[in-house]
């Protein structure tokens, strides 16, 4: 019997990291998939309570950025700020990741 593929919300990290890092292509269709990947990785950081991971998230996506427009990097970049924000006793990573974006 076949393996049935599992539903993307059913990902695991792993997963998700895969396909957040593992295609780097730019064309739109590309993009926009990675750009899911990423939201379901940010929201399984914050399910597993991990504002580090969503920190080095956002370092580890800044190539990614590079190549994207400056509003799909905004979107993206607010996106996982406010994610760590839903994280209990993160204000001081909030805080840092401003300090270092300005």
Do not use: C, W
């Not at 590309?30 to 969503?54: F, P, T, W």
Request: hydrophobic content about 40%; charged content about 30%; cysteine-free.
């Amino acid at each position: 019997m076949p393996a049935e593929k599992q539903p993307d919300s059913a990902l695991t990290v792993d997963q998700l990291r895969q396909k957040v890092f593992e295609d780097q292509s730019t064309d739109a269709e590309a993009v926009k998939q990675r750009e899911e990947a990423i939201g379901q990785l940010s929201d399984a950081y914050v399910k597993q309570q991990d504002a580090k991971a969503l920190t080095d998230l956002l370092a580890q996506l800044r190539p990614f950025f590079a190549v994207i427009p400056k509003a799909k990097t905004a979107k993206i970049v607010r996106n996982i700020i406010d994610q760590i924000a839903k994280i209990p006793n993160s204000t001081e990573i909030q805080v840092h990741i401003d300090l270092r974006a300005v």
